[in-house]
């Protein structure tokens, strides 16, 4: 019979190896736990042609972190075939969940029927693609409504006519990236809310490629074109603004008075025109997707099912407005 001594120490020896497999137990569970918080999602941006997009760059990245996500950024500097084989490269590395920007509508049904077939859900961040692209193709769009924000522009645009003399008002228009989705839907939202209105006079239109340097070129043009016949512009997006207000001062036309100025965007040096008188009406829209494309693809990734749609509430600012309170913009 062994002795009572003994079989407290085999206890105690038994109690103690129950103990150690418990925790290494607990500690593998964490470990997976971790593993699956941690995905790996690939973004391909469209590249930096505007402070707002070096500022939506900034934020992925700093929202990347925050949300404990896995980051492989590409960088398509301006071209559609660059951002497709960016796509492919993520999913060859089977990433995740995948998001991009589509740069333009068309040409994406093939890249994303491969992203389909291997399994990763996409997540179309900022800019949409066509309606004629199968919305199975893709799990989520996270971004603006751009039609809004054109009737935004439209809706300054009646209120100010009010106060403006003359029996009509000549409109020019700088739009941004051909077929992409804000120049297309930015243009559709400001004629829905002042077509048909006799008044207002379009004189012209004009892609600046949301570039600031193409902005000012174009505008040298309509200068030359349309002289003082010129009373309004709608710009597709401050870079373009900045560019067209440097045209209008190497000729001696005061922006904001001798031309009214509407711009889409709300990057921090439009709010500073905006206060100085140089620009009319900024519309915002937010570069700061970050938090809402990570959350979205950490549910993906968890296999919940999210919204279709997804855009984050966006303001106006008007030379009507007291902005004095207004914080920094961050872009
Ligand atoms: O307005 C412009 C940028 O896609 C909404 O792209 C974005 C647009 C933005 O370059 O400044």
Same mark, same amino acid.
């Given at each position: 019979?062994?002795?009572?001594?003994?079989?407290l120490?085999?206890?105690?020896l038994?109690s103690?190896?129950?103990?150690?497999l418990?925790?290494?137990?607990?500690?593998?569970?964490?470990?997976?736990? /971790?593993?699956?918080?941690?995905?790996?999602v690939?973004?391909? =941006?469209?590249?930096?042609?505007s402070?707002?997009r070096?500022?939506?760059?900034?934020?992925?990245e700093? &929202?990347?972190?925050?949300?404990?996500?896995?980051?492989m950024?590409?960088?398509a500097? =301006?071209k559609?075939e660059?951002?497709?084989?960016?796509?492919?490269?993520?999913?060859?590395?089977? #990433? *995740?969940?995948?998001?991009?920007?589509?740069?333009?509508?068309d040409?994406?049904?093939?890249?994303? =029927?491969?992203?389909?077939?291997a399994?990763?859900p996409?997540i179309?961040?900022?800019?949409? #693609?066509s309606? *004629?692209v *199968?919305?199975?193709?893709y799990?989520?769009?996270?971004?603006?409504?751009?039609? =809004?924000?054109?009737?935004n522009?439209?809706?300054?645009?009646?209120?100010? &006519?009010?106060?403006?003399?003359?029996?009509?008002?000549?409109?020019?228009?700088?739009?941004?990236?051909k *077929?992409?989705?804000p120049?297309i839907?930015?243009?559709?939202?400001f %004629?829905?809310?002042?077509?048909? /209105?006799?008044?207002? #006079?379009?004189?012209?239109q004009?892609?600046?490629?949301?570039?600031r340097?193409?902005?000012?070129e174009?505008?040298?043009?309509?200068?030359?074109?349309?002289?003082?016949?010129i009373?309004?512009?709608y710009? %597709?997006?401050d870079a373009?603004?900045?560019?067209?207000?440097?045209?209008?001062?190497?000729?001696?036309?005061?922006?904001?008075?001798?031309i009214?100025?509407?711009?889409?965007?709300?990057?921090q040096?439009?709010?500073?025109?905006l206060?100085e008188?140089k620009?009319n009406?900024?519309?915002?829209?937010?570069?700061?997707?970050?938090d809402?494309?990570?959350d979205i693809?950490?549910?993906?990734?968890?296999g919940?099912?999210?919204?279709?749609?997804?855009?984050p509430?966006?303001?106006?600012f008007?030379?009507?407005?007291?902005?004095?309170?207004?914080?920094?913009?961050?872009?």
């Amino acid at each position: 019979m062994p002795g009572r001594t003994a079989v407290l120490k085999w206890g105690a020896l038994l109690s103690l190896l129950l103990f150690i497999l418990l925790l290494g137990g607990c500690r593998r569970q964490e470990e997976s736990q /971790n593993d699956a918080e941690e995905i790996l999602v690939g973004f391909a =941006q469209i590249g930096s042609e505007s402070g707002w997009r070096i500022g939506n760059t900034r934020d992925m990245e700093e &929202a990347a972190v925050r949300n404990g996500v896995r980051l492989m950024m590409e960088d398509a500097n =301006q071209k559609q075939e660059n951002e497709i084989r960016a796509l492919r490269s993520f999913i060859a590395y089977n #990433v *995740d969940v995948i998001t991009f920007v589509p740069i333009v509508e068309d040409g994406w049904t093939n890249v994303l =029927q491969e992203a389909k077939q291997a399994g990763i859900p996409v997540i179309l961040s900022d800019r949409l #693609v066509s309606e *004629d692209v *199968d919305p199975d193709l893709y799990s989520a769009y996270i971004g603006a409504d751009f039609t =809004q924000e054109g009737r935004n522009a439209g809706t300054f645009l009646l209120k100010k &006519a009010e106060e403006m003399e003359g029996e009509t008002l000549g409109i020019v228009e700088l739009t941004g990236t051909k *077929d992409s989705s804000p120049a297309i839907q930015r243009e559709i939202g400001f %004629h829905e809310v002042i077509d048909g /209105n006799a008044r207002f #006079v379009m004189l012209d239109q004009m892609s600046g490629d949301f570039l600031r340097s193409k902005g000012r070129e174009c505008m040298e043009q309509l200068i030359e074109r349309y002289g003082d016949q010129i009373d309004i512009l709608y710009s %597709h997006n401050d870079a373009m603004t900045y560019g067209a207000i440097e045209a209008m001062e190497a000729v001696g036309i005061v922006p904001g008075r001798d031309i009214v100025i509407i711009s889409v965007d709300g990057e921090q040096e439009a709010i500073d025109l905006l206060r100085e008188g140089k620009i009319n009406c900024v519309v915002e829209c937010t570069p700061m997707l970050g938090d809402l494309v990570f959350d979205i693809a950490k549910r993906l990734a968890a296999g919940e099912t999210v919204p279709k749609m997804t855009s984050p509430k966006e303001a106006v600012f008007t030379e009507y407005d007291d902005l004095s309170d207004l914080p920094p913009r961050g872009y």
